[in-house]
């Protein structure tokens, strides 16, 4: 059907990059590109793979200064499947390849409920004759360590024979962006291949610097006629088997590559290459393989589906699959972050940001186990941002803005401006509200779960340091008898530091600055709450001693939100800030997003300006309901009204130029509540963000995941106001006219598959049976209670 298919026709070599994003297959363990299996990487194709949790780290030399980035390791490509033809009695021609050839017919289609890659085309070769060719490729969901290509030819109108090359090609670098040309980018060494009697061909390596095993294994089998001849061909950097298969007129010759993936990093590991030999030799028939990959991701859709009906729905559907490829159930048995672009490309090396902030509010109520993986991986790392702020003078963690394998910041030093061709300083390290996004994460998860064990245990730790290190940051200021922080950057990234300062950094950043409040005040809740013997032994553990608390307090009630002009000041002076001329920045160039690299190249510097890159005060709208966030300004001592709030909004949606694709769906959230009738427009870019590659090129060095788990959330949590607290689902439904019909299930306190859903102003909650306690619903003007094995419609009160 439609809305579970996406097609691509014709050959389009300007668009390969962007589809083979879109197209990529993965199962959370690895993913691979959509490339087309002849194709090696160049300016029109890309066939990279990569395993979650895979980096590596290596020197470059930039601008005169040596820098070191680790990176998302691209590993060897398993897809290599080329061909050509021999007529009878004639010599073979040459390899078949797409940039030369002209095609009678041309297509790619994904198909997301059996997460599928098929490729069909025709083409006539004037020595031979036609041929058509289907190819279709899945990595495993049920065994994550698998993947198949599915090759039929079928000649027409001729005889003879088609010599096929399946190979595992270990000659690699990461090469898939363009503006880290500069950057070093081999990462693999001892490269070995060999070959097995069975005709299993493998390739084993390792990176450079972090030392990871890697290990493939390939099977390739011919069907429906039998090879004239079998070649095992190991060399340095490929591990070849050429067959030659004899064809006949429109009878069909199947060839089925079988291919294991195994790393040092695997659980339950000892030699990868063994296992990867023996995976893929004792792996069953292709036919057998597809029935348990199309079972488990059946498995994935009934737990996780939303229904929207059109365009709209057949987008999310879309986010969604690339969301469950990245970070699906296998998850929960990894050491691995949410990686931003996802396993999709190279784009920010592969790093670990503040995205899960966007992801788990998904996760939570869909496959919580894998978001518990999540924060562990946070938990893991605990010790280095302790190390952190030890290192910069604070108590406390202070977690990294970019993380990788350790932990440690792998934020860059310097980033290139491609407008300009310049290595400029890179100060995005002072986002320490990343600190604030984790203690979130932890919070929410819990709250959605109950999951009182991890609060209690390694969430509370993680609280508690990041607590701490707000309570160290925030400095005094007798003159307002309040707390500052001091230092900053906002999640707006254009502006990180004052015109003309010597110093980087803003001061007193509100969505910082209330964040910090919030997560003082939730760890102060958290200590309460805690049994007596368990808050003792946590004290303990985290050195806290219990007379640091009631400055903690203090501080939550006393930060800085600093006002202008009637309006939430995104820092202190930035009111003070000159004023873009819009309109002649608009006509000038084509596309604004990326304000801050136009203004650099024509010598001037974003942080004089009055512009945002995407949502940051707005944030605030994101992250809490509109009651939680007035009781958050009242506990600092601001009052925070609905005027005030839209004032706010309005003032800051006339000063950002969206150059990230997560602030449309940030700006559709917030407007859904404050100016209905402008939301759909945000959150319609939300969806076309990737699918359009509005950012012109960058989908194709990786999908954006955040924005993409975001739109899922939009959904689930935006437009239904739920939250999940006190015991209770509350909802607070916002009719938004373009996405008036939604459904979805949740797997809500030991509840599996609790069904919400609207339809023409009536909300349907089903809980189906079980031995659980009763769900308890809570509505702006009614709760109600609906046990297991029954429904409940509410009409919705217009609004």
Same mark, same amino acid.
């Given at each position: ?29 690895? %993913? ?6 002849? /194709? ?169 610097? /972090? ?23 190991? %060399? ?39 296992? %990867?030999?023996?995976?893929? /030799? ?462 979805? /299930? ?22 189906? %049976? ?30």
């Amino acid at each position: 059907m439609a809305e579970w298919t996406w097609q691509y026709e014709g050959w389009e070599p300007a668009a390969e990059r962007l589809r083979e994003s879109l197209c990529t297959l993965g199962n959370g363990y690895f %993913a691979t590109r959509g490339a087309v299996p002849e /194709s090696r990487a160049g300016p029109v194709h890309y066939p990279g793979t990569y395993v979650a949790g895979c980096y590596n780290r290596l020197e470059s030399t930039v601008a005169g200064r040596t820098v070191v980035n680790e990176d998302l390791v691209n590993l060897p490509n398993w897809l290599p499947l080329r061909f050509r033809l021999r007529p009878a009695g004639a010599p073979p021609g040459r390899w078949f390849t797409p940039d030369t050839r002209p095609f009678l017919q041309y297509r790619h289609t994904l198909d997301l409920r059996r997460a599928t890659l098929t490729r069909t085309f025709r083409y006539r070769d004037e020595q031979v004759g036609g041929l058509s060719v289907e190819q279709i490729r899945a990595v495993h969901m049920a065994d994550p360590h698998l993947a198949v290509l599915r090759t039929v030819f079928t000649a027409e109108g001729w005889s003879g024979e088609i010599e096929v090359e399946s190979a595992i090609d270990g000659d690699v670098v990461n090469a898939n962006v363009h503006r880290y040309r500069s950057l070093s980018r081999s990462h693999l060494a001892q490269v070995r291949t060999g070959a097995e009697e069975s005709g299993t061909v493998w390739l084993r390596c390792r990176t450079n610097s /972090s030392d990871v095993g890697v290990a493939m294994a390939a099977r390739t089998v011919v069907h429906g006629r039998e090879p004239t001849s079998s070649l095992l061909r190991p %060399a340095r950097h490929r591990a070849v088997r050429r067959l030659v298969v004899p064809v006949a007129p429109g009878v069909p010759v199947v060839v089925d590559k079988t291919v294991a993936l195994h790393t040092s990093r695997d659980p339950a590991i000892g030699d990868p290459l063994e296992a %990867a030999v023996d995976r893929a /030799s004792t792996a069953g028939d292709f036919p057998t393989l597809m029935e348990s990959h199309v079972t488990a991701w059946a498995q994935l859709w009934r737990h996780a589906d939303v229904q929207v009906p059109g365009q709209a729905g057949r987008v999310l559907r879309l986010h969604l699959f690339h969301v469950l490829q990245t970070v699906s159930p296998h998850t929960a048995d990894l050491d691995v972050g949410v990686p931003a672009r996802g396993l999709h490309g190279e784009a920010y090396r592969g790093h670990v940001f503040w995205d899960e902030l966007f992801v788990l509010p998904y996760l939570n109520l869909h496959f919580p186990e894998v978001s518990r993986a999540l924060l562990n991986y946070r938990h893991r790392r605990l010790p280095q941002a302790c190390r952190a702020a030890r290192e910069a003078g604070r108590a406390g963690a202070m977690y990294p803005w970019q993380s990788g394998s350790d932990g440690r910041e792998e934020a860059p030093r310097l980033h290139l401006n491609p407008r300009s061709g310049r290595w400029l300083p890179d100060h995005s390290r002072l986002q320490h509200h990343v600190g604030s996004a984790i203690a979130y994460n932890v919070w929410r998860y819990c709250e959605a779960t109950g999951d009182t064990e991890f609060l209690h245990t390694k969430g509370a730790e993680m609280l508690l340091h990041i607590a701490r290190f707000w309570v160290d940051t925030a400095a005094f200021d007798p003159g307002s008898g309040r707390y500052r922080i001091l230092g900053v950057v906002g999640p707006d990234e254009y502006h990180d530091g004052y015109p003309g300062a010597d110093r980087p950094g803003l001061d007193d950043n509100a969505y910082t600055n209330v964040t910090a409040a919030w997560v003082l005040g939730r760890a102060l809740d958290l200590v309460r709450r805690l049994p007596e013997w368990r808050r003792r032994e946590l004290f303990e553990r985290v050195e806290l001693d219990v007379d640091e608390l009631p400055r903690w307090d203090e501080v939550s009630r006393l930060l800085t939100v600093p006002h202008h002009n009637g309006v939430i000041s995104q820092f202190d002076g930035y009111g003070d800030l000159d004023e873009l001329d819009w309109d002649l920045y608009r006509e000038r160039y084509d596309d604004i997003r990326r304000l801050d690299r136009i203004l650099e190249a024509e010598g001037d510097d974003v942080n004089r300006y009055q512009a945002s890159k995407q949502a940051d005060v707005l944030m605030l709208g994101y992250l809490f309901s509109p009651a939680e966030l007035r009781h958050l300004f009242g506990r600092l001592g601001y009052g925070l009204d609905d005027e005030l709030w839209r004032r706010t909004v309005d003032y800051y949606l006339r000063r950002t130029s969206h150059g990230s694709t997560l602030s449309g769906f940030v700006h559709g959230w917030v407007l859904a509540r404050v100016r209905r009738a402008d939301a759909w427009k945000y959150c319609r870019d939300a969806l076309e963000a990737d699918i359009a590659d509005v950012q012109g090129g960058t989908t194709g060095e990786g999908v954006h995941l955040g924005a993409m788990a975001g739109t899922l959330d939009l959904v689930q949590r935006g437009l239904t106001g739920m939250e999940t607290r006190e015991e209770a689902l509350w909802l607070d439904p916002v009719p938004l006219p373009a996405l008036s019909e939604y459904g979805f /299930s949740l797997r809500y306190r030991g509840h599996w598959g609790v069904g919400v859903r609207l339809r023409r102003g009536r909300l349907r909650i089903t809980v189906p %049976a079980s031995g659980e306690p009763p769900i308890r619903v809570v509505l702006t003007d009614r709760a109600v209670t609906v046990a297991p094995g029954e429904s409940c419609t509410l009409v919705l009160p217009t609004r």
